[in-house]
């Protein structure tokens, strides 16, 4: 069979993705026998499509699910969709829009009949896309956060918290995006730096000349204050106690009140106090019996409270209401002003601090295991830096505001009597009981439901656990082996929306932590740093990219530069690395393939070759190995692709590698085979489609038998010793490549190479390689330096290459000089490290000896091309 010069992945990935699927691969069930590795996906939202952060988080998650399942772990991968109440709902209502049907006009069933069907047709999309990428998740255990169970999980927890006293309804603060018209939690805005306005106005004092000037960059709220208020340690303004001032156009009397929250030098030191719509506001009217007059509408309009403008948007208004205070002459001056806003983290809107009445889980006992936990590493966010913003977080925690005003999402079990008491049932019926303990004569049809939606983060906090039905049936099969999971890949910025919720919860309701590890991975930015996004235009399609350059390529891509925790700096050319890499490895079993077996032949030239990258192999194992204890995922990659590019098909296969046209001896043969699948197995969590397809080209296989459920290869011994000397042996062979480049002479004409007597061969067992690499037709010893020729120094031993017609002396000591020079200035910096207490006392000792010995080498080095310059006078 003829193998094409490149690697083709469209002819192999769908043909192996569908084989994994048909053998069953990916699935799991509980086994008694292995050890569980678990990670459940992260839901991406049901409207979602694939992007970069996407493509970053699940193939790490792919890569550590592939792993476990060679090491022989009953790995199982879950995966699933959010129903994503808010982004859904707005897509639904814009199809409708398109459609006529305005969703005031529907009743709430028929809207939820049209946002199902949605679903169908568009929720799975980005699921079917992870499959292109290579995905190894149990499809069969496919989840979504309304499934019928997963629901009834979230309905039984909302019970369960209120009846424990933990949720409760109550008029408060709370963050209101006018564009989907829905109370939001705390964490899901976004505050924004943005250029503003601040604007002066005087309010006049009621009975007297004089005016106060307050300082606002919203002065749309002017229609909505109830108050003045001064710092009573402010000088300037001790003589207003008491009194009153008028609020301009509206010409509201308030009163002036004292607080010592007023900052003296901020503004002119008098705050306008709207308790409606500013939470600091909202405190002082507490605190002071204030009024409170809302002025908005759900939508962000001005209501009929405002008195003017009625109807308006609230920054039509901001407008507007500037003009008719400076016509009035109300208006002192208006600044140019830096200010943080808040914006909805779905919707982008501006929030609107709006007084409502919405239901609350009480955080401060809740929340308290799942600050221990990650305090106490039992459970470990990587990187640990993360530890301190989880902190801040857990230790100024509020109540949860977990109602919204929608219709899509899990509905709210509580049910109101005709007299406003509420009662609270998994069911109409477990309501109807609860309410007959208030009024034995009460029917269902007396009792009304609540509106509202839970946040999508209360469903998608339990998830863990819901998906293995661990909620609903405490005991069953599935939770019991599965849970805890082993490791979950997000996003930091998710880390109190999600993570701390599912912490949360899963000591409330399992006494147990939700998962051992939290890789938080970066933010995946363009070359200009950017956050990539649909709105500028700098998000390539992932799928574009997998065609163009195979879903392996792209994960490599994105690996090679993404540390856990730090941001990834995404350029197309990392895919092209990847694509390359493929290719390197394709060509490299093209070359094995084309050999032809002479059994005839000896062993004994490439004994020592085998032995080395035997050796190589193990050391790279270890480190692989130590790097994935580590969640340094990238590096465990980097380690791979250093050993199969450069170890395996640079160095080891031109070790190897008959004369054109002749045999190989058997063993070799058989030994590089043998290699070769080895390498493809740590390759095979990275880059699975070529692995797999190599792995099936190199021998014949058994009809179940697999890449991805064979075993994970051990650590086996490595000789340092042989290492170093094959270290030496190709910086000599580099040395001599080098040095026919830079003279311009063909790697055709064979040198000789001369080395000191004195100081013996470096490289002793790796005479022949050398001799081959290098194309040598001589390696001698000699007692003293040869007049006429060019030279080269490692680690302070000095060889020789004679040419023909002598050399350019003076052009050869410049370039001794040169290289004299730098080594001095490496000894310098060498030096100053590790007199750097810090330095020495802080650093592992293995590094501290690396930096000696760097050091010994450099000075060996200074010391042989000093003589060597002596020499030449």
């Not at 690395?577 to 094995?592: D, E, P, T």
Request: glycine content about 6%; aromatic content about 10%; hydrophobic content about 40%.
């Amino acid at each position: 069979m003829s193998l094409s010069t490149k690697y083709n992945p469209r002819e192999v990935e769908d043909k192996w993705y569908k084989e994994w699927m048909d053998k069953g691969y990916f699935k799991s069930r509980p086994n008694p026998d292995k050890e569980a590795y678990t990670i459940v996906i992260p839901p991406p939202n049901v409207t979602g499509v694939l992007h970069m952060g996407h493509m970053l988080n699940n193939t790490l998650q792919d890569v550590l699910i592939r792993r476990a399942r060679m090491q022989g772990k009953e790995a199982l991968w879950v995966p699933g969709t959010d129903h994503a109440s808010i982004a859904t709902e707005a897509k639904v209502v814009a199809m409708l829009k398109e459609q006529g049907i305005d969703k005031k006009d529907i009743t709430r069933e028929e809207f939820l009949g049209h946002a199902m069907e949605w679903k169908d047709k568009y929720g799975g999309i980005i699921l079917e896309q992870l499959k292109k990428l290579g995905a190894s998740c149990d499809w069969d255990r496919t989840k979504f956060t309304m499934d019928e169970d997963l629901s009834k999980s979230v309905i039984k927890v909302f019970v369960d918290l209120y009846k424990k006293g933990y949720i409760y309804r109550g008029i408060r603060m709370v963050n209101w995006d006018p564009q989907s018209q829905t109370a939001l939690a705390d964490d899901e805005v976004i505050h924004k730096e943005v250029n503003s306005k601040l604007y002066h106005v005087q309010y006049k004092i009621k009975g007297e000349d004089g005016y106060v000037t307050i300082a606002t960059t919203r002065p749309e709220t002017i229609l909505g204050d109830t108050a003045v208020c001064v710092n009573p340690n402010d000088d300037r303004y001790k003589d207003l106690k008491g009194k009153q001032v008028i609020v301009p156009l509206v010409n509201r009397e308030v009163p002036i009140i004292q607080d010592e929250y007023v900052a003296m030098d901020f503004g002119t030191g008098c705050l306008k106090v709207t308790p409606a719509h500013d939470i600091h506001d909202y405190e002082l009217g507490m605190k002071h019996n204030l009024k409170s007059i809302d002025i908005f509408n759900n939508d962000g309009t001005v209501n009929e409270k405002g008195e003017l403008f009625i109807g308006e948007d609230r920054f039509v208004v901001r407008s507007k209401i500037a003009k008719q205070l400076k016509a009035e002459g109300h208006l002192v001056k208006v600044e140019e002003y830096v200010n943080n806003v808040g914006f909805s983290e779905r919707t982008d809107a501006v929030v609107e601090p709006k007084l409502s009445t919405q239901w609350f889980v009480k955080m401060e006992e809740l929340t308290k295991p799942a600050y221990k936990a990650v305090m106490e590493d039992d459970v470990q966010l990587v990187p640990p830096k993360f530890k301190n913003m989880y902190r801040h977080w857990m230790e100024n925690v509020r109540d949860w505001c977990i109602s919204r005003q929608l219709w899509w999402g899990h509905q709210i079990p509580a049910w109101y009597l005709p007299t406003g008491e509420i009662v609270v049932g998994e069911t109409e019926d477990e309501a109807l009981t609860e309410a007959k303990k208030i009024n034995a004569d009460i029917m269902l049809a007396d009792l009304t439901r609540d509106e509202d939606v839970l946040d999508t983060w209360f469903s998608s906090g339990l998830w863990p656990m819901s998906v293995f039905d661990g909620i609903n049936n405490p005991d069953n099969e599935d939770i019991n082996y599965y849970y805890p999971t082993n490791d979950l890949v997000t996003a930091p910025e998710i880390l109190f929306f999600w993570v701390a919720r599912m912490i949360m919860f899963g000591y409330e309701y399992r006494d147990q932590k939700p998962f051992n590890n939290v890789y938080l991975t970066g933010i995946v930015r363009d070359k200009q740093g950017r956050k990539m996004s649909k709105s500028l235009g700098n998000s390539p399609d992932p799928i574009e990219l997998m065609e163009k350059y195979g879903a392996d390529g792209v994960r490599t891509g994105m690996l090679f530069s993404s540390p856990a925790g730090n941001d990834l700096p995404f350029d197309e050319k990392l895919c092209e690395q990847g694509r390359n890499f493929s290719n390197k490895v394709w060509n490299a079993y093209r070359l094995l393939n084309g050999w032809e077996i002479d059994e005839s032949l000896s062993v004994a030239e490439n004994q020592i070759s085998i032995d080395w990258f035997e050796a190589k192999y193990n050391a790279a194992l270890a480190e692989i190995e130590d790097h994935f204890s580590k969640f340094r995922i990238s590096d465990a990659l980097m380690t791979t692709y250093k050993l199969v590019w450069g170890d395996f098909c640079s160095w080891y296969l031109e070790m190897i590698k008959p004369e054109y046209g002749k045999p190989i001896d058997k063993p070799t043969y058989e030994a590089t085979a043998a290699f070769f699948e080895k390498v493809l197995k740590i390759l095979h969590p990275f880059m699975p489609f070529i692995s797999e397809e190599i792995w099936h080209l190199l021998g014949e296989r058994k009809e179940n038998e697999s890449i991805m459920v064979s075993d994970w290869p051990a650590i086996g011994t490595s000789d340092k010793q042989l290492l170093q000397k094959a270290d030496f042996a190709f910086e000599v062979t580099t040395q001599i490549r080098n040095l026919r480049n830079s003279k311009g002479i063909s790697p055709k004409e064979a040198f000789k190479l001369l080395y000191k007597a004195d100081k013996g061969l470096a490289f002793v067992g790796f005479e022949h390689v050398v001799s081959k690499l290098a194309n040598l037709s001589e390696l001698t010893a000699i007692d003293t330096n040869p007049e006429t020729a060019f030279s080269f120094v490692i680690k302070g031993d000095e060889y020789f290459v004679p040419v023909e017609g002598g050399v350019d002396v003076e052009k050869e000591k410049a370039a001794l000089q040169k290289e004299l020079d730098y080594s001095k200035g490496f000894i310098i910096s060498v030096n100053k490290k590790l007199g750097n207490e810090r330095f020495v006392n802080n650093a592992p000792e293995q590094v501290i000896a690396n930096e000696r010995k760097k050091l010994a080498d450099a000075e060996a080095k200074v010391k042989a091309l000093e003589e060597q310059l002596g020499a030449m006078g």
